[in-house]
Each structure stands twice: as C-alpha cells, then as structure tokens.
C-alpha cells in the first residue's frame, strides 16, 4: 500500500464558503462550564460512578497529587501534551512523562495519531466531557518499554493502541466485551479527561497503556499508520454497525440495501468519518446498495467519491425502509427506526442525551432489532486489521488532512472550524 501522503492533498480540500450547515460556535469557559448544570449532565454522573467508584477517586486524587508533586519537585522527563480548553483553545503544554510501566504495562510513542468523530463537539466545549483536558484516543505507536509480564509486544514494534482501558482478565474481558471491564470503572478511556479516567491523550510524545498484552494489537504488514490510526475506535465503530448482520442479510437478499444516517439538520457538531468508514466497510462486505443520508455537501461529494449513494435528509420522506440501518448521528433516532423495514436490523453509535423517544408501535409492528451502545473496540480490531491487510478495506480514503504533529493546535482547530472529516497527525 502506498504511503498516504502520496495520494492524499496536504491541506483540507473544503472550501468553507461551500459550507452550507450552520456550525456551533465554539462556548467559552462560562457557558461551558454552566452546560454542567443541565439534565444530561446531572443524568451522565450516575453512570461514570455505578461502579468502581472508589478506585476512580483514587485515581483523581493519585494523578492531582502527582502533578503537584512534579511541579514542586520534579522527578520524570517532562513531554508535550496537546491540551484542549474552552473557546477551541488547543495548545501543547508541558507534563511528567508516564511512569515505567508496571509487570504487565508499557510505554508507547504515538506515530499516527487521528482525530475522532466526538472531538470536534469536545473541542468545542458543548459535550458533557470537562475541559480543559488531554485530547485524542485513536493512534498507532511505537512501543518504547514493556512489563517483565509482558510476552507479545517489544519495543521497536507498531501497535494499533484501543481508545478502551481492558484488562483482559476479568469475565467480561474473556467473553469478548472488553467495553465493560470490571478491573477499571466504566468508560475507562484515553483523550477525555477526567470523566474517563486521566489515562493521558494520544495526541502527546509518550502513553502508558496499563494492560498492554490484552489491549495492544500489532499493526499488520504493508497496513500504512496513518490509515490504520482510526482503527482505535471510529473504524471499529463503523464495523460493528455492519460486520455483524451483513453476511446473513446479503446471503438472503444481494441486493439489501444499507441505509447510512449521519446529520439530518443543520446543526452539524459531529463530524462524518464514521458514517463514511461504515458505508466503505459495508462495500468491503459484499454490500452493493449503500446510501448515506447526510445535510452537508462535502459530505455527500466525500460518500459520491467513495462509491456510496449519497441523499439530502429530505430525500427520506419518499425512501423505502432499508433492512439494515445505522443510525450514526446526533439527531433523534426516531427517524432510523422509521425507515427500518420488517424483522430489519437498526444499529446506533447512542448519543450523549438522558432518553429519546422510540416508536414503539411501530417497532412491535415491524419486529426491529435496536443496538444501541459503545462498541467493544478491542474485540473488533483483528476483523477490521485483516479486512485493511487484504485490500479490502483503504480507510485513507476517508482522510480529509495529514499534518505533522509538530503543526497539531493549527491543523485541529482548521479541522473543527472548517468542516474536515478525519484529520491524521504524523509524528
């Protein structure tokens, strides 16, 4: 596979006076920090604590004391890390390297480190994750240092690194759901601060990874960094829309349609590439009736340029129900359920709202399957490498910017402010 620089253009190919979505400014302190008083917020708490509340506040308390401790007197190399603050400030700061890593850790470099779908309204300030913070959680790294426990990566090897902390152990963990370990609390995550844990961001010099012989997998042959970046999470997220229904599907109808549902309205906070990873995977798959609902037009000429259909929101209104539907948007999943046909499947990447409204009647009616939730990304990541090592699967495609990492508060703010869809930075 060639390099991506070599087929990708070097800045964003999105004219902003194209843009026709009404974007969201970005909120400064003030009004990010008062969004905390709404219900979504007041709902999100409960889940973060409802178990492995006390290691977390161990945690909190661990990483506030350490950071003290070596802004007094300090004892690691210092390295760079990206910090996002309110009003789209991104700025690299300096902070205490990671420790060595533990029996079964390791120290990872990020090579490739790519931007994700929720970054955009994170950097933004209007999601329920508090800034400022360390961003990013999707890479490829080279690991530096491991655990003496540790038997299937060296240092020197590229690794694909899971935005999820797992450990690989617990039961959970075995029985290939490692989105829901029991050995950290939930939504144990990198790049989003402190409702995730504090596990640093990707967009920095160095990483500690916890578990490293459950949670890092080694970048296949020939598979570029750059295009295998997102693997951590967005790619991954788009397989599980359909990696598991379409051969079952297809082998009853080849010509089934996937229906594709990114924004609906003009209020465009998350960006496409998940929608895009989805209707390419979906290809990869055998699929060859792919539609994606979307309001913007770059993104529609991105999914044209992909192979896919590409429809305006109002063009549903006279769509037929599809029998596999992935609801990938922020906007009310009501209007997914609507356009899935009988005994048809509707899959949901969820949102950050306390509740939607379902249409019940008319699901009892047409027998339809929802899956709603956050992928277990580490399970997912063998399928989606092999299915990038074959050929199949030429995630670049998606990749709207390639920068280096040196260039990371321009080339993120460009990203969030000027409509990009998947922006990849090479360290």
């Known amino acids: 596979m060639r390099p991506i620089r070599s087929i990708l ?34 709902a999100a708490m409960p889940l973060l604590l409802e178990r492995n509340r006390p290691q977390r506040l161990r945690r909190l308390a661990a990483t506030a004391g350490d950071s003290a401790v070596q802004r007094r007197r300090p004892t690691r190399p210092r390295m760079r890390v990206l910090t996002a603050a309110p009003g789209a400030q991104l700025r690299w700061r300096e902070a205490p390297a990671p420790r060595a890593p533990g029996p079964d ?37 080279e690991v530096l240092s491991v655990g ?40 144990s995550a990198y790049g989003m601060g402190l409702a995730t844990g504090h596990f640093g961001g990707a967009f920095s010099d160095q990483l500690a990874v916890p ?28 397989y599980r829309h359909v990696g598991p229904h379409l051969p079952a599907l297809l082998d009853a109808d080849p010509d089934a349609e996937v229906l594709i549902l990114a ?70 999943i009501a209007t997914a359920l609507a356009h899935t046909a009988p005994d048809g499947i509707c899959t949901s990447s969820g949102g950050l709202h306390r509740g939607a409204r379902l ?42 910017n390639v920068a280096p990492l040196d260039d990371a508060p321009r080339a993120l703010r460009e990203h969030c402010l000027c409509g990009g869809t998947k922006t990849v930075l090479m360290a």
Request: aromatic residues 4%; glycine residues 6%; charged residues 20%.
């Open 211 to 238: 578990y490293a012989e459950a949670m890092l997998v080694p970048l296949p042959a020939g598979v570029d960094a750059a295009a295998a970046a997102s693997v951590s999470d967005n790619i991954c997220d788009a």
């Open 359 to 400: 249409p019940m009647l008319r699901m009892y009616v047409r027998r339809a399957t929802l899956h709603v939730g956050i992928p277990h990304t580490r399970a997912l990541m063998p399928s989606v490498l092999e299915l990038m090592a074959d050929g199949r699967l030429r995630a670049e495609l998606v990749t709207t």
């Open 263 to 332: 924004c609906l309205s003009r209020r465009a906070t998350f960006t496409a590439s998940t929608p895009l990873y989805t209707g390419l995977i979906a290809r990869a798959l055998g699929a060859r009736n792919v539609t994606l609902v979307d309001s913007r037009p770059h993104v529609r000429a991105h999914a044209e340029r992909l192979g896919l259909n590409a429809l305006r929101p109002r063009a549903l209104r006279w769509h037929a129900p599809a029998p596999l539907v992935a609801h990938i948007s922020a906007d009310p």
């Open 148 to 187: 003496e426990r540790v038997a299937t990566v060296r240092p020197g090897d590229r690794v694909v690194v899971p935005f999820q902390i797992s450990c690989g152990a617990c039961l959970p963990c075995r029985a290939g759901r490692p989105g829901s370990c029991l050995a950290v609390p939930p939504l």
């Open 9 to 42: 253009p070097a800045k964003l190919p999105i004219d902003p006076s194209t843009w026709s979505v009404r974007r969201q400014r970005p909120r400064g302190w003030l009004r990010h920090y008062t969004s905390f008083l709404s219900p979504d917020a007041a």
């Open 105 to 141: 850790g390791a120290i990872v470099h990020p090579i490739a480190a790519a931007t994700c779908d929720i970054d955009c309204p994170l950097v933004l300030g209007v999601t329920q994750l508090a800034l400022p913070l360390h961003l990013g959680h999707e890479c490829v790294a």
